[in-house]
């Protein structure tokens, strides 16, 4: 089962996002296909055997709509900005037009009511004055073209729209206003004229959805920036030792690149000459700038400060790091959380229920003895004030700026539902070793004999330990890396115990209790004295125990802080480890973590988290993404303390990309902000229709007030929209702290 996503032109509201969805999953081989409205995606999980990408796009096309296969989603997303851009200003531009005529016949049409200034000829002639009203609404409705021709389009498919209800409405008035100017002509008396409402409602219906284009460019703002980091340019060193500005495209594993101070990496590599400060922030959240040699590893994207280098590439396109966040984030916002399924079940009957409310309402009130003309008015308000444009934005919409708002601070969400769920937590379970200590061992006692200082034994242990690469080794190492060392003879290892070896014509042993008992050194004045988690390395001559190590993975120093927030949040915690009682008991006091299951297999841990979840727990994993796998696929949200070079773990549905547990929290408060955010948008989309259809019905009218104006009705329907997609951009300046 292959998973593609495409880019879906020519939606309008959640009817079209509907009938997509309808085209595509009733093709053969297809197991599931999500549009969302917000970012114009499409997401498609199908057989390869039974179907081709050609046959997808064609059923899009037949739909009535437009559809792009993306490769790679890096540079499909910076083609479809270029496009959106595009499309911005040729809406601006239509836009312009169609409000400057919209307003003249407005004028035209008030002035004689209002008692402006109208041209002598126009004042006393009605005739002339309706026909230069019409000629004025023709042009809006040529700027307004692609709203009413794809409203009938898609209406005479039998898959009415947003833009059918527009197209219905506005033609209504457009056309009862040239019969009445016949008429006019014939009888030679003054008719009613609904010139100003067609073209009022089209202009407005265009500008809501700029404004509405507008907004939802800025929800997107969060990956068009990450996209914006990689240079499009590269300096290629050729063989004869000159450079020669290429384009990024023409890059391959292997070529080598010169990257001068203040530039950015075009790309992932490995430093081949020269030496630099890289600032690196984007990727690992480390606010210092990052010093690089040669064989240190470089990340396309970020940006180098001091210093000139020459790199070697090694990975190009969709397989650089940044290119692999682009995919995750574009992913995510392309999947459907299941809050959004109500809004899609009632917009799948949304249209056809209001077409059929207004031909209702003007049946009813000419049956009820009102005029054509008021009866019209009803009709086009109702078609134009009920868009289910509002209803289909709010949860996409939200979603996406959710989404990027995580990214921006280094949380990846894989997919919209894992961003819901999140906010549904009960438990969060915790691995121990990676999760909440730092994964690196490092010595946190030493204590020698009399005979010796403890800088002298940290050189013998230093000495004896480098020429190994086990943790413990290196935890000494970095201890000693201050002191000069001592050359070793006749090194051994003893597998599982220690090493030995000749240091200054003198033997020494370092290891385990086991190792020195085996060589009969076992005794002296030092005992070990350690307790919970620490392990304890013995330094020994031939005779005796000349020094103690105490080894212990550190907690991190953000783990108490971050585990007591979550409680505060309401939020069990839960410690999961394969290590020992002892080790697991003091640790979870250490962070005050109520609950501890140890001494656990990896494979037995997602035993576990079924177990809570069979209690009725919703339940959050935190793990490695390694080790921990089976119980991050276990869970209800698995979450993977990840790095940047390394984002995309498979069996977890949230990478921590900074490998900082604040990110955690800051994770939880992210989507509890955006499970609300959904719910107003999902409150006011749904408040707003069911106000507003009984009074444009005439509701307003039967309680002594005036008529719904069919252009205020389409103003409030643009306002509707844009409300919900600025409310979801207040999610862009949340505190998440």
């Known amino acids: ?85 595009q499309q911005q200003m040729t809406m601006r531009n239509k836009l312009i037009g169609a409000i400057l005529f919209a307003v003249s016949v407005l004028y035209l049409a008030m002035a004689p009511m209002a008692g402006l200034p109208l041209p002598n000829s126009l004042a006393a002639s009605p005739l002339k004055l309706a026909l230069v009203e019409l000629v004025l609404t023709l042009p809006v409705f040529w700027f307004g073209r692609d709203h009413w021709i794809g409203g009938f389009r898609s209406l005479l498919r039998g898959h009415p729209n947003m833009d059918s209800l527009v197209a219905l409405g506005t033609w209504s008035s457009l056309l009862a206003s040239v019969a009445n100017t016949i008429r006019l002509v014939v009888t030679n008396y003054e008719q009613y004229l609904y010139y100003e409402t067609a073209a009022l409602i089209l202009a407005l219906i265009m500008l809501g959805k700029y404004l509405e284009f507008v907004a939802k460019q800025q929800a997107a703002a969060s990956l068009t920036s990450l996209l914006q980091l990689v240079p499009p340019q590269a300096e290629l060193l050729q063989n004869d030792g000159t450079c020669k500005s290429v384009s990024l495209t023409e890059i391959k594993p292997g070529d080598q690149l010169l990257v001068k101070s203040g530039q950015r990496i075009p790309t992932d590599g490995v430093v081949l000459t020269g030496q630099t400060t890289i600032d690196e922030a984007m990727l690992t ?103 289910p444009c509002a209803l289909g934005l709010a949860t996409p919409t939200a979603l996406m700026v959710g989404s990027g708002k995580g990214a921006e601070n280094g949380i990846l969400f894989k997919n919209s539902p894992a961003l819901e769920q999140l906010a549904r937590l009960t438990t969060v379970v915790f691995d121990k070793t990676g999760t909440l200590t730092q994964g690196n061992p490092a010595v946190i006692s030493l204590t020698a004999n009399a005979k010796i200082t403890t800088d002298q034994l940290l050189q013998i242990a230093a000495s004896l330990e480098q020429n190994t690469n086990h943790p413990l080794a290196t935890a000494i190492l970095k201890k000693a890396e201050s002191k000069p060392l001592l050359p070793v003879r006749e090194f051994k290892t003893w597998p599982g115990l220690g090493v030995s070896g000749i240091l200054a014509g003198q033997k020494y042993y370092l290891g385990s209790q086991k190792l020195l008992e085996q060589q009969g050194v076992f005794n002296g004045e030092l005992k070990d004295t350690s307790v919970g988690q620490e392990t304890t390395v013995f330094i020994a001559d031939q005779t005796q125990i000349i020094g103690l190590m105490g080894i212990a993975d550190q907690l991190r120093p953000e783990a108490a802080e971050v585990i007591q927030r979550l ?132 509701g307003w009218y039967l309680l002594g007030g005036p008529l719904l104006n069919p252009a205020l009705a389409g103003a409030a329907m643009s306002f509707s929209s844009v409300s919900v997609v600025l409310n979801a951009l207040r999610l862009r300046h949340v505190k998440l702290a």
């Open 1 to 85: 089962m292959k998973q593609e996503q495409y880019q879906i032109g020519g939606m309008v509201c959640a009817s079209c996002a509907q009938t997509v969805e309808k085209a595509v999953n009733c093709l053969p081989g297809v197991a599931q296909a999500n549009v969302n409205l917000a970012t114009e995606k499409m997401r498609v999980a199908y057989d390869t055997g039974k179907l081709k990408p050609a046959q997808i796009v064609a059923a899009v096309e037949q739909a009535g709509y437009q559809a792009q296969l993306q490769r790679s989603a890096a540079e499909n997303e910076k083609k479809v900005q270029q496009q959106k851009k």
């Open 285 to 387: 959240g480390e606010s210092l700038p990052v010093t690089k040699n040669s064989g240190d590893k470089v990340i396309g994207g970020t940006q180098n400060q001091l210093g000139q280098i020459t790199m070697q590439v090694s990975q190009v396109g969709e397989k650089t790091v940044l290119a692999q966040i682009v995919k995750l984030v574009s992913d995510a916002q392309a999947t459907k959380a299941p809050i959004a399924r109500l809004a899609d079940q009632v917009a799948a009957y949304f249209v056809p229920i209001i077409l059929g409310i207004a031909a209702l309402g003007l049946l009813g009130w000419l049956l009820a003895g009102q005029s054509f003309e008021f009866a019209l008015q009803i009709f086009v308000a109702v078609l134009v004030i009920a868009c």
């Open 567 to 698: 409680q505060q949040l309401g939020l069990k915690t839960v410690l999961l480890t394969g290590d020992k009682q002892a080790i697991a008991q003091k640790t979870a006091a250490q962070l005050q973590i109520g609950e501890v299951v140890s001494e656990v297999l990896p494979a037995q841990k997602a035993a576990v988290i079924q177990q809570l979840q069979q209690k009725g727990q919703q339940v959050a994993m935190v793990g490695d993404g390694i080790n921990d796998a089976p119980a991050l696929a276990q869970a209800d949200v698995g979450i993977a303390i990840g790095n940047g070079t390394n984002i995309a773990v498979d069996s977890a549905d949230i990478v921590l990309m900074h490998s900082n547990l604040h990110e955690l929290l800051q994770a939880v408060i992210l989507s509890k902000k955006t499970l609300k955010n959904i719910k107003e948008n999902l409150f006011w989309a749904f408040a707003y229709n069911t106000l507003g259809i009984p009074i444009a019905l005439g």
